[in-house]
């Protein structure tokens, strides 16, 4: 079959394919970056427009686009509704930036390690991704200083708020410097904020595009951790220069997102039932989180390190031993244990072994330590056989 040149960049998702395979009851998943079941809400469809079901506008429903726009400006970006595009999740956003900047070859800066789903979207389209290592505060600023001066990306990547994989928030200082150097180097910044709500300790998180001066930019945001996944609903605002662009290419792409989604969303969001919602989703996650870090101590201290997540739905472990954890998928999945290997965060995964991410919103507290003993007791019989 002639597909286009493309199709051979295509990667599967492992993350999809170990969750098809961690379908059964019995299975304890650290795997995927799902809401917890119990805590999504209860939504009411009968007062919806029958309107909504006809054809929308590309941009996206006014109302929504607003209220997103006048969010956004109480987080100190400067925006209008005219400059917010509502699309079918935040990875939606990726795919349109992707078709928007990279030609095969075209390089594009990420965090290492980085959202997985961004790299297959990138990498899609043929993009070389340089990659700029994270630190506990955010990415290293002389390489990322040294890939600017090296190189001209055709815009960075980030995510700047409670990570995924790492969980790291870039410290007030970093957010400042990184912003500094877009702007002298010139290059488009693309900030990706699906974690920003879920905070469970205090600090302050103010968005990089706030503080950019003349690069252009995207900002992107969804309901997904927030509200419903299965709404499909995110949005991104752009810089003037850009938006015209995307739009073109949303339109071409689906015409516009679900309005039946957008309307749902519109019910929720700044309002007094979706605060407390929120309120109740950050005590809830954050039990969870205290849970697995107590079941980590217990279970981890002499195999990993890590850094409590403040926020986000996940702790990222290092190995003191590295070895590949790929290979620890099947023995863990017969311990009725799955969990998401570190290396395809890594854009060359081969160089970045020894990395574990684990969500701790799936799994009740009442299973998480037997499942966690499991998960060591793997990687512990992986390490004896190498030491052998
Ligand atoms: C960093 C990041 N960006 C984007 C997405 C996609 O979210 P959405 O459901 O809005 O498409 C996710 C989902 O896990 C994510 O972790």
Redesign the pocket.
Same mark, same amino acid.
Not at 87 to 94: A, D, K
């Given at each position: 079959m002639a597909f286009s040149e493309r199709i051979d960049r295509l990667k599967s998702s492992l993350i999809r394919e170990i969750l098809a395979a961690a379908q059964r009851p019995e299975v304890m998943s650290f795997a995927g /970056?799902l809401p917890a079941e119990p805590m999504l809400p209860k939504v009411d469809w009968a007062q919806m427009p029958t309107s909504m079901g006809q054809y929308g506008m590309s941009e996206g429903e006014p109302m929504l686009r607003e209220l997103i726009a006048a969010q956004a400006r109480e987080l100190g970006i400067q925006c209008e509704g005219s400059q917010v595009l509502i &699309?079918? /999740? =935040?990875? %939606?956003?990726?795919d349109l930036a992707s078709k928007l900047f990279i030609d095969p070859g075209t390089e594009v800066l990420v965090e290492a390690p980085?959202?997985l789903?961004?790299l297959q979207a990138f990498q899609l389209f043929g993009a070389h991704c340089l990659e700029v290592p994270q630190e506990a505060d955010g990415p290293e600023l002389g390489v990322l200083r040294q890939r600017l001066e090296q190189h001209k990306p055709a815009f960075a990547y980030l995510?700047p708020t409670f %990570?995924?994989p790492s969980a790291v928030r870039y410290s007030e200082a970093k957010r400042e410097a990184v912003a500094a150097l877009l702007d002298e180097f010139g290059v488009t910044l693309i900030e990706?904020?699906?974690?920003r709500e879920l905070v469970f300790d205090q600090g302050s998180a103010t968005p990089i595009v706030s503080r950019l001066r003349s690069a252009s930019w995207i900002y992107? /945001?969804?309901? =997904?951790?927030t509200l419903l996944?299965g709404l499909? &609903? /995110?949005y991104l605002i752009a810089s003037p220069d850009l938006f015209p662009y995307l739009l073109r290419l949303k339109q071409s792409a689906d015409l516009h997102t679900n309005r039946i989604g957008q309307w749902q969303a519109l019910q929720w969001l700044g309002s007094q039932r979706y605060n407390e919602h929120l309120a109740e989703l950050r005590d809830f996650y954050r039990l969870r989180r205290d849970a697995m870090q107590a079941a980590l101590v217990e279970y981890f201290s002499d195999l990993a390190t890590w850094e409590t997540p403040q926020g986000g739905?996940f702790f990222w472990l290092a190995l003191r031993q590295p070895l590949d954890t790929r290979t620890l998928l099947k023995p863990a999945l017969e311990q009725d244990v799955v969990f998401m290997p570190g290396e395809p965060f890594f854009s060359e995964p081969d160089r970045h072994p020894g990395y574990l991410r684990l969500n701790f919103s799936h799994v009740a507290p009442e299973r998480l330590g037997e499942g966690l003993r499991r998960l060591a007791g793997v990687i512990r019989d992986a390490l004896a056989v190498e030491a052998a």
């Open positions: /970056g &699309v079918s /999740g =935040s990875q %939606q956003t990726l980085t959202y789903a961004a995510i %990570q995924n990706d904020e699906p974690y992107t /945001g969804t309901v =997904s951790k996944p499909r &609903v /995110g739905l």
